[in-house]
């Protein structure tokens, strides 16, 4: 019999044992339940706290004098004191022109005032034997006159050929050379006031019975670090009648000097503060469809989904305006993991700064309600 086997049936024969050890092994292994594996998380209460109620705008800053520096008259720049970039009082001699022309004219005016002057003194002395006519008087007084006048022109120009600062401010950047000819109006270098700023912006129709003169103003700035304020100080009394918005303006103080006139603005105006209102963490939120829920803890450590519905957010925080009381305990992290039955080890929440959660829009994050 066994002289009838092949060499296929005698390596067959040959495995059998093996496969059967096999196969007992992987019967004797236990197989593990994800569901039974502990859940870490982290665990908060909810804050309560006051809500600041605002409204949200985009402005930009702009300087509350600012003007082109151009001489009035025509002439031949002799000096410059244009510091670029630097503060300047006001009535500094920014540039000079060429002078020499107005202070000869001045000394021919000045001898042309005295000599109509004389005459007229004369002929008013000789007026009272009656030699001279009235007519006579009247027009030594016209030229008087006419070489006053003459004079105070040649001395406005002398003084022209100064170009002060008109206020104090921060030069911009020169756009004149020394010797220059320079005609009027020739823009030489711009001057604005820096501190305070204007932080203008728009808000529509159904917003203004919110705008009060004195209300602060919160607001960012694209590239520069931290929060500025303002208040409000004036608004435009009429809407605009493409857009029907109202103008405001607010006032900001710039003391560093940090801020420049051009400068977009992400507005927060402030229109009242609430109290006692529920903040839970934004990355606590669990969103499925158009539903927001949140992880809700008892004294068993048991964790229940609820219900929640979203108001105003804030740095890291949103408002729960229903769903949640004080002293209601929620997961803020661990979520990946969580279903109805974990088992939770519970850790205590640490708050983790997070730019991508920093919005005032809930729906840049799809956390909105």
Not at 96 to 123: I, K
Not at 257 to 269: D, H, S, T, V
Request: proline share 6%; hydrophobic share 40%.
């Amino acid at each position: 019999m066994l002289n009838q086997l092949t060499p296929r049936s005698l390596l067959i024969a040959s495995l059998l044992p093996v496969i059967a050890l096999t196969g007992c092994k992987s019967e004797q292994k236990p197989a593990g339940n994800p569901m039974d594996m502990p859940v870490v998380v982290e665990v908060t209460q909810v804050r309560v706290g006051p809500l600041s109620q605002g409204i949200n705008a985009v402005g930009s800053l702009s300087s509350p004098q600012q003007t082109a520096i151009a001489p009035q008259i025509g002439g031949k720049i002799v000096a410059l004191n244009i510091e670029q970039g630097q503060p300047v009082h006001a009535g500094t001699v920014l540039a000079q022109l060429d002078d020499a022309t107005f202070r000869a004219q001045l000394l021919s005016a000045e001898a042309s005032l005295s000599n109509a002057q004389q005459v007229y003194a004369r002929d008013q002395q000789i007026a009272g034997s009656g030699a001279l006519s009235a007519q006579q008087i009247t027009s030594d007084a016209t030229a008087v006159k006419v070489a006053e006048a003459s004079l105070a022109q040649i001395r406005a120009n002398l003084d022209y050929t100064k170009i002060r600062a008109p206020f104090a401010g921060t030069l911009g950047i020169r756009q004149v050379s020394l010797g220059s000819y320079v005609a009027p109006g020739t823009t030489l270098v711009t001057l604005q006031s820096l501190n305070p700023l204007y932080l203008d912006f728009s808000l529509p129709q159904n917003q203004y019975s919110q705008v009060k003169n004195g209300q602060a103003v919160h607001f960012k700035v694209d590239g520069l670090q931290g929060d500025f304020t303002g208040k409000v100080t004036a608004t435009n009394p009429a809407l605009s009648g493409d857009s029907r918005s109202i103008a405001i303006r607010a006032t900001v103080a710039n003391n560093d000097e940090r801020l420049k006139p051009g400068m977009f603005a992400n507005i927060q105006l402030q229109t009242g503060t609430v109290a006692n209102v529920v903040f839970i963490p934004q990355q606590a939120i669990v969103a499925e469809g158009n539903a927001r829920k949140v992880w809700v803890v008892d004294n068993q450590k048991n964790a229940t989904l609820r219900d929640i519905k979203l108001g105003q957010f804030e740095t890291n925080w949103v408002q729960v305006t229903s769903g949640l009381v004080a002293g209601d305990s929620i997961i803020a992290t661990g979520l990946q993991k969580m279903h109805p039955k974990a088992k939770l080890v519970i850790k205590p929440y640490q708050p983790i700064h997070n730019p991508r959660l920093d919005l005032a829009n809930p729906a840049d994050n799809g956390a909105g309600a």
